[in-house]
């Protein structure tokens, strides 16, 4: 798998997840694949991984992992709580 293609089905995937999960304080009409942007990629060997994210404020990202020697992807989505700076 290419890289272009291993971030269309990412964005298609993150748009897919926001709209049958979305908060009811969310956008009201749902997001599309065009929506999502890419924050971070990565391809080593025959895998991808690739943090995506939302313009909706609501504090969610999304890393995608594709396994190459299993062809299977995975996705984990997080909630940022709290941005906490500490003094060195």
């Known amino acids: 798998m290419g890289s ?8 298609e995937k993150v748009a897919g997840y926001f709209n049958s999960n979305k908060d009811k304080t969310d956008r009201a009409e749902g997001l599309s694949k065009d929506d999502v942007f890419v924050v971070w990629y990565c ?13 909706v404020s609501d ?4 890393e995608l992992t594709y396994n190459g020697n299993k ?4 996705m984990d989505a997080y909630k940022k709580w709290e941005n ?3 003094d060195l």
């Open 4 to 11: 272009k293609e291993f971030l269309d089905i990412c964005r």
């Open 59 to 62: 504090g969610m990202y999304y």
């Open 43 to 55: 391809k080593t060997l025959q895998n991808h991984k690739a943090l995506l994210s939302t313009p």
């Open 84 to 86: 906490v700076k500490f």
């Open 71 to 74: 062809n299977e992807l995975y």
